[in-house]
């Protein structure tokens, strides 16, 4: 059956795009079909995988209003293995038009439902907000990741985040797990990402993962040519850490 | 009378809390009065001014509500000329219950029209979202200042927030305009920050500072101490980038 995983962290800029598009692309790579949800008004994940906006007329967006099945926005990437469903900026009127809808957090995992065996795992690029858009996604997911940016203010939002995936968990999704904690941009040159990584581990233990994603200048240029850093450049520090991560996330899967 | 400055940009991590920190501070400095508003219910402006969760009892979520007035929810800081209004997480609720209310957009507007008088500037800190918290901010604002990080992804989503702004200005706040654009966490040792630069001013020519904001890890440090980087290292890199935007800024204002 298909995995769900939703990339979240309302914090922004931890690394929750570059982590969905680089984990999904080392997932592919051993042979998983993966699904990339982007969810993200932004469209960064789109991007990353260098869709133009001509290429995206049928979106998340269409898929969350019922408008069509997942089945039909799913796109090709190029990449063995690996397909999107697009998002573009009618997304960000999404948040306040669902207010006012019946089912207004389940309508993603209704239209996941239709995926079901079609991927092994859907991973989903949520945006830096805990609205509705988020919240439709930890109501369809399995399991949440937690990109954790090694920085002094990214840890002040996480204790808001569990209680809201502890909230979703009682109120919506009683199967929802936070599958890990994945620390990016991490500088050796900096003490602060020592200090921030130590904390982590010591409050979250072996929610943790052991693979550390190090700051490397060509992940954040691999976005511009549309490709994911495995591709651009898969020897570099940020590539091979996304390779060890994806090891470490299937054993996860398998253990659970 | 007061000037009221939103510093927003949907986009995630790009410094929108460490400009309207450090550049309150550097405005702070030249003697005049400035109150910071905290709009983003992850509260790092201020967690970055050293304040506890104890001391967050009536904050800009109970002034977005109707519930207290302006003037009953500001704080010192203990840094002269700048006060703040802090912010919790009972904001994330916010979004969805004023979707609902009556005058839903306008509610911080009306707030701030307590203050006129009582500041020279006020820099309201956004969310990474265009929800209802950043449109009440950008409603009740006379100019926006929107930070941009020096990377590719950060790009991508200049061109829809121009337009809300826009979309702003015709239906709610004619007056609304843009500040300008302060290029963020840029790094001289990367390509990359030297070519987002060069083609945001090819794009938005004078609307962007020419002051840049370094990279500089005091920068991040900082909030760890519960500092502005003016006052945790005014000799560092960063603390001299912003005291030369606050002069910057204060020219602008002094010219439009
Ligand atoms: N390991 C890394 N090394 C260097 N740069 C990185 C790394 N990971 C991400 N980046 C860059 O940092 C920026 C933020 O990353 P990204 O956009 O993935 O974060 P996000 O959490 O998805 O942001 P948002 O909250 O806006 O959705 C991007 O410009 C990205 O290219
Ligand atoms: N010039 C700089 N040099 C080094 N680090 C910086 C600089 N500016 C900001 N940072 C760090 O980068 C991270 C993101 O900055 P900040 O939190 O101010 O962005 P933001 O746009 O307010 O984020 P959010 O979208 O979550 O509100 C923080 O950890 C901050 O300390
Ligand atoms: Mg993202
Ligand atoms: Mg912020």
Do not use: W
Not at 178 to 189: A, E, N, P, S
């Amino acid at each position: 059956s298909t995995r769900v995983i939703a990339v979240a962290n309302q914090k922004g800029g931890v690394g929750k795009t570059t982590t969905t598009i680089n984990l999904a692309t080392a997932m592919a790579a051993t042979k998983k079909s993966v699904l990339i949800l982007d969810l993200d008004p932004q469209g960064n994940a789109s991007t990353s995988l260098g869709l133009e906006a001509a290429q995206r007329a049928v979106t998340s967006y269409h898929v969350l209003l019922g408008e069509v099945s997942l089945g039909e926005a799913v796109q090709e990437t190029g990449i063995p293995g690996l397909a999107l469903v697009p998002a573009d900026s009618n997304l960000y009127g999404a948040d306040i038009e669902l207010v006012d809808m019946a089912r207004r957090e389940t309508r993603l995992k209704e239209a996941l439902a239709g995926a079901v065996g079609a991927f092994d795992y859907v991973l989903i690029d949520c945006p830096p907000s805990l609205t509705l858009l988020t919240l439709n996604a930890l109501v369809a997911a399995d399991s949440v990741m937690v990109p954790l940016q090694c920085e002094f203010l990214a840890l002040e939002g996480i204790s808001h985040l569990i209680k809201t995936i502890e909230a979703v968990r009682k109120g919506f999704n009683p199967g929802l797990d936070l599958q890990g904690i994945v620390l990016t941009m991490f500088d050796k040159r900096n003490n602060l990402s020592d200090q921030v990584a130590a904390d982590v581990r010591e409050f979250f233990g072996d929610k943790v993962y052991k693979t550390v994603i190090p700051r490397n200048v060509r992940v954040s240029e691999a976005p511009s040519h549309g490709k994911p850093v495995l591709i651009y450049d898969h020897k570099c520090s940020g590539a091979e850490a996304y390779i060890h991560l994806a090891s470490e996330v299937l054993k996860r899967e398998r253990d659970m």
